[in-house]
């Protein structure tokens, strides 16, 4: 008998379509995940999954909030773990977003588009949720006057935007002579002290 269909029995149907979904996400594209297919992986009825999921994008997403729940775990750790100074906890942070995305690549991006789409409340609380510890983070430094006093949003997107970007050329290769760790806890430096010469 099929593990899917085991666990199925067990209670835990809606735990395995979502695992089935995700490995579909990555193997395929988000525009060939479909609950037929899903079932059929598995091992169950093709009615059996609307049970949890009346429609493909009530699957995507619970995928999505699902994602969230799980990089703002794998977050907090790296932040609550970075013991030190805030280019240090700041690097943690960036290092444990890099892992994430080089693992699941399709769902980050399915996670970011969906949270977006109208009537994604849940989504967006879900985001929130997963990036508390870093705000938390950038707040803290402010207090202490380890960096400027920006609005937090401004600061965050600026960390965001800059973790991102250096995710997108690690994960596409596009800077393959330099190891992550290294190109991580330098583009860190910079962001953090900024580009100007100092006095």
């Known amino acids: 008998m099929p593990p899917a269909r085991t666990a199925y029995h067990h209670g835990n149907l809606r735990e ?12 395929t594209g988000v525009g060939e995940v479909s609950l037929r ?54 690097t943690a942070f960036a290092r444990a977003w890099v892992t ?7 769902l980050l991006d399915m996670m970011f588009a969906s949270k977006n789409r109208p009537q994604a409340d849940s989504l967006r609380r879900a985001a929130d949720r ?5 705000s938390a983070m950038i707040r803290e430094a402010q207090d202490r ?21 250096l995710t997108a050329l690690i994960v596409s290769g596009m800077l393959p002579d330099r190891p992550p760790d290294a190109l991580i806890a330098d583009t860190i430096e910079t962001l953090v002290h900024g580009l100007r010469p100092r006095s």
């Open 145 to 165: 006057h380890d960096v400027v006093d920006l609005d937090n949003d401004q600061a965050a997107t600026a960390i965001l935007a800059t973790v991102q970007g």
């Open 100 to 106: 994430f995305a080089s693992r699941h690549p399709a």
């Open 37 to 90: 297919e899903v079932a059929r992986q598995a091992g169950v009825s093709h009615g059996a999954p609307r049970r949890h999921f009346p429609d493909k994008q009530a699957l995507l997403d619970a995928l999505a909030e699902n994602g969230f729940e799980r990089l703002g775990r794998e977050l907090d750790a790296a932040v609550q773990e970075a013991d030190g100074s805030f280019t240090v906890r700041l």
């Open 130 to 134: 997963a990036f508390a510890a870093s």
């Open 16 to 27: 395995a379509l979502l695992r089935c979904a995700e490995q579909m996400l990555e193997r």
